[in-house]
């Protein structure tokens, strides 16, 4: 190994140990009680260390959020990648990807739902920012593409298929922040999985074309 791949080497371990420390953080006292310092603490690092390798806290939190995003789009893919799934059948296997993603770690999903939403972006380089909208715009893209072999096959009305993407993330990112929000007042309770089901039961119901059976 030639010194230019050592110190690469090197640099993305720093970088993950930064990463593995500001996910603790961040677990423990929230975005907005975390700091840089107490993140370079849990690191043992220097606070200006830390700024070497991120710009600020925010492109630290969406940093830890890209592995989500990916497991986000995994999920997503293996759906639409089915072939022995109808496209029916494709919206309800939709619904157990998006909760597998959410058991992945419910933490770091709802701090992508939330700062997604967030005035936080602005805050971000440019080359982070294009990276979150590539890899949302493409989970998105891909479940328009079920709604769209859903038309051609006229198993489905015809609509606008980004804007069907669009609802099924939102009735999934609302229905993760709502329940949790449940959860706040009664830790024991988690009706996510069987509400989430209903939901998307109820969307397949209402995108398939009068006088198909199902």
Do not use: C
């Amino acid at each position: 190994m030639g010194i230019a791949e050592r110190r690469e080497r090197e640099r993305q371990m720093r970088r993950q140990q930064i990463l593995d420390a500001a996910k603790k953080v961040f677990s423990a006292k929230g975005f907005s009680g975390a700091t840089i310092e107490s993140i370079a603490e849990e690191a043992e690092l220097s606070p200006a260390t830390l700024y070497l390798y991120f710009k600020n806290k925010d492109e630290l939190y969406a940093s830890l959020n890209m592995k989500m995003l990916e497991v986000l789009k995994q999920k997503i893919e293996g759906v639409y990648q089915k072939k022995e799934l109808s496209p029916e059948q494709k919206i309800t296997a939709l619904a157990e990807a998006l909760y597998q993603v959410y058991e992945f770690d419910p933490l770091i999903l709802i701090n992508v739902l939330q700062f997604q939403s967030s005035e936080a972006l602005r805050n971000l380089s440019p080359q982070l920012l294009e990276e979150i909208k590539t890899d949302s715009a493409r989970a998105l893209r891909t479940i328009a593409k079920i709604f769209e072999d859903g038309m051609r096959d006229e198993q489905f009305v015809q609509e606008n298929p980004i804007a069907l993407a669009d609802i099924a993330w939102s009735l999934f990112g609302g229905l993760v922040l709502w329940e949790e929000g449940k959860r706040g007042f009664d830790l024991k309770k988690n009706y996510l999985k069987p509400t989430l089901q209903l939901g998307f039961e109820i969307l397949r119901r209402g995108v398939k074309r009068q006088g198909n059976s199902g």
